[in-house]
């Protein structure tokens, strides 16, 4: 036997390769690749590592396990598609290789080219004294009127975007004994305000003990200054009390008080506005470029941070607004905002104080499905230390405020009320407003697509009681009394809905509860649970190629609050503008101002609309001053023609163009 073995074996030796090849089985040839992160790629945080095998013994691959540096990452994962989720918190800053592993059912194994990638993990030069930003609008803060005198209204005005202030708005106060109180929960407090040549003074109280008087004056502007700073507060719950006295330096030319946020310490998660969305959520794509950032108290834990120009970040959501909320601080840079597919902002995030913050909000949006993308640019201005660009979270909100052209009021509804913190308070819209009845029958009705709906109204101690239809059945009686005044408070919810088109109806019925002293309705805004499958926007800017312009419009100077930052206006009677487009909706984007005309408006050559583009109280940018809805599927025209007319009051006959919404 021994010698038959030997003979067999000697003859195959002495075979041909070819020949030998038809008698021993040879594996079918198996293909692994790691599709993600890509080599060259920097992670952080939570990274998702994936692998494919290919070729003909592909059906035979019983697993595929991930390698780090040579040690196995996570376990076997058995089922296709392949992948673990690696955190890179467990590895040093710096360079590392990845590789895949495949197991056929035979236990032989192929592997993939090692891919290397940097982990970009700590930033140690973050500040040690991260306080909360808390804007002027928060519902923490309640403002409470003073005593009204020439030149000196009672009522706060939230509305103010007359110099750079912290996220786009500012309160002033003139008047004797107005009050604004912030209850906070921190060891620290500063008040951002105002110092200038026609600033007033202010008193101020902590935890309701008088502190000092405040001269705000000094010969030159100061805007986004810290007017009072106090650290070592015991742990726990404050009070910080800004009293405007509506008295001045002998110097000053007025006495104007202005609140325009709180900074709170140590570092805290900032309040959500809206429904709050990780940067860890499945609906945030990063590219190669970000780093993960642990060293504060992040929302959810962590927060992304880059300085890579060639780095993105992307968040798909559904709603009409979205806010990106980070950092801003000495070490902080420039990035740019993209939305919908259209560059929107240029934005700088430097403070030469370090708060957790809003940084950009998109805000005046098409219900449906957007996408707001964020790019570090790489540079900062002089004097800072970095050019960082932090990723925390985002905020979405599905909000209809009370000037929506979705809601309809009876006559006997007084509109643009602003005597209160109400919702809508934006760089974009100015003050917020709402809308107020007190008589019998008067009715708000708001016309909606989607399977939940909830009105936002202001409870009060001279509030009435309101009946709530839904689809015009009766649902229920509401009374919006309270005891002292709310704002921005939830009135009536209804859900469930089908998903489809309802219409939800406010009713002043004038009665009250017996401890009101009044039977006022308000309607500040709606909020909406948007259709499962929305459609995708697209925005246009106003220098988009599909737009036509004849003679007479004019490009208008970079200014913050413009879709991407410009604009296209006309005063010529006649001046056209074409879009041409494809899609079965669309909206155009323009300013409400002081000087704003009568546009025409026509689809496909038609005339469907008169726009008057005037507003007497406070100017509006990129609004929505025209929608055309369930177009015939394909391509239209929509022109806008200067008429060189304008209502009673305006100072002119101006049309803007500042972007499209396709959808």
């Known amino acids: 036997m021994r010698k038959q073995l030997l003979f067999v074996l000697c003859a195959l030796w002495m075979w041909p390769a070819a020949a030998l090849a038809q008698v021993l089985p040879v594996p079918p040839a198996v293909t692994v690749t790691i599709t993600s992160p890509g080599s060259g790629a920097t992670v952080g945080g939570t990274t998702s590592v994936t692998a494919d095998v290919s070729g003909a013994g592909a059906l035979a691959v019983q697993g595929v396990r991930l390698t780090l540096d040579g040690a196995n990452l996570g376990q076997e994962d058995t089922t296709a598609p392949y992948g673990v989720a690696w955190d890179t918190a467990d590895a040093t800053n710096g360079s590392h290789t990845l590789v895949a592993i495949a197991r056929d059912a035979a236990g032989l194994t192929y592997s993939s080219d090692p891919v290397t990638v940097s982990v970009f993990n700590d930033l140690p030069h973050r500040p040690a004294d991260t306080a909360v930003r808390f804007e002027n609008t928060d519902p923490a803060i309640a403002y409470t009127p003073g005593t009204t005198a020439p030149g000196q209204p009672a009522d706060w005005w939230h509305g103010s975007r007359s110099r750079g202030w912290s996220a786009g708005t500012a309160s002033f106060n003139r008047s004797a004994g107005a009050r604004a109180t912030f209850a906070f929960t921190g060891t620290s407090i500063r008040w951002i305000g105002f110092r200038a040549y026609w600033a007033g003074i202010a008193n101020l109280y902590l935890d309701g003990v008088f502190v000092s008087e405040i001269d705000l004056y000094e010969p030159d502007e100061r805007p986004q200054t810290t007017v009072f700073s106090r650290t070592g507060l015991s742990p726990g719950s404050h009070t910080i009390v800004v009293e405007s006295t509506g008295r001045k330096n002998a110097l000053a030319s007025d006495d104007a008080v202005v609140v325009d946020a709180f900074d709170v310490g140590p570092s805290a998660v900032p309040p959500a506005d809206g429904t709050r969305i990780d940067e860890t959520a499945a609906s945030v794509q990063f590219s190669s470029g970000w780093g993960s950032d642990r060293s504060i108290a992040w929302s959810g834990g962590s927060a992304a941070a880059s300085r890579s120009p060639s780095?993105?970040?992307?968040?798909?959501?559904?709603?009409?607004?979205?806010?990106?909320?980070?950092?801003?601080?000495?070490?902080?840079?420039?990035?740019?905002?993209?939305?919908?597919?259209?560059?929107?902002?240029?934005?700088?995030?430097?403070?030469?104080?370090?708060?957790?913050?809003?940084?950009?909000?998109?805000?005046?949006?098409?219900?449906?499905?957007?996408?707001?993308?964020?790019?570090?640019?790489?540079?900062?201005?002089?004097?800072?230390?970095?050019?960082?660009?932090?990723?925390?979270?985002?905020?979405?909100?599905?909000?209809?405020?009370?000037?929506?052209?979705?809601?309809?009021?009876?006559?006997?509804?007084?509109?643009?009320?602003?005597?209160?913190?109400?919702?809508?308070?934006?760089?974009?819209?100015?003050?917020?407003?709402?809308?107020?009845?007190?008589?019998?029958?008067?009715?708000?009705?708001?016309?909606?697509?989607?399977?939940?709906?909830?009105?936002?109204?202001?409870?009060?101690?001279?509030?009435?009681?309101?009946?709530?239809?839904?689809?015009?059945?009766?649902?229920?009686?509401?009374?919006?009394?309270?005891?002292?005044?709310?704002?921005?408070?939830?009135?009536?919810?209804?859900?469930?809905?089908?998903?489809?088109?309802?219409?939800?109806?406010?009713?002043?019925?004038?009665?009250?509860?017996p401890a009101s002293a009044g039977a006022s309705i308000v309607v500040d805004a709606f909020d909406v649970v948007l259709p499962a499958s929305p459609p995708a926007i697209s925005r246009l800017q106003e220098s988009d190629a599909s737009i036509a312009y004849t003679a007479g419009w004019d490009p208008q100077p970079l200014f913050q609050f413009w879709s991407g930052g410009y604009t296209r206006a006309s005063s010529i009677t006649g001046a056209q503008a074409t879009l041409?487009?494809?899609?079965?909706?669309?909206?155009?984007?323009?300013?409400?101002?002081?000087?704003?005309?009568?546009?025409?408006?026509?689809i496909d050559g038609v005339v469907v609309a008169t726009v008057d583009t005037h507003t007497p109280m406070q100017e509006e940018y990129q609004t929505p001053l025209f929608i055309a809805s369930n177009l015939l599927p394909g391509t239209h025209t929509l022109t806008i023609e200067v008429t060189g007319t304008a209502a009673p009051g305006s100072s002119g006959v101006r049309v803007v163009i500042d972007a499209f919404e396709i959808y």
């Not at 239809?469 to 921005?488: F, M, N």
């Not at 041409?580 to 546009?599: H, I």
């Open 311 to 513: 780095a993105r970040a992307t968040l798909t959501f559904t709603g009409t607004s979205a806010t990106w909320v980070g950092v801003r601080g000495p070490d902080t840079g420039y990035a740019l905002v993209y939305l919908d597919g259209a560059f929107q902002a240029e934005v700088d995030t430097y403070s030469p104080v370090e708060v957790q913050a809003p940084i950009y909000q998109a805000g005046n949006l098409a219900p449906g499905r957007h996408t707001l993308a964020i790019m570090p640019m790489g540079y900062t201005r002089p004097g800072a230390i970095d050019s960082l660009v932090f990723i925390d979270a985002f905020d979405v909100r599905s909000r209809f405020e009370d000037r929506d052209a979705a809601i309809g009021y009876s006559p006997d509804w007084s509109q643009n009320e602003t005597r209160q913190a109400f919702s809508g308070a934006s760089g974009l819209m100015g003050t917020g407003t709402a809308a107020v009845s007190s008589t019998p029958g008067g009715q708000a009705a708001f016309a909606f697509n989607g399977t939940a709906v909830s009105w936002i109204g202001a409870p009060g101690p001279s509030r009435g009681i309101a009946r709530v239809y839904v689809d015009g059945v009766y649902t229920a009686d509401v009374d919006t009394y309270a005891a002292a005044d709310q704002v921005r408070a939830v009135m009536f919810t209804a859900s469930g809905l089908a998903d489809a088109a309802h219409t939800l109806t406010i009713e002043v019925t004038g009665t009250q509860n």
């Open 580 to 602: 041409t487009f494809t899609g079965q909706n669309v909206r155009w984007l323009g300013d409400r101002s002081f000087s704003g005309g009568y546009a025409r408006v026509y």
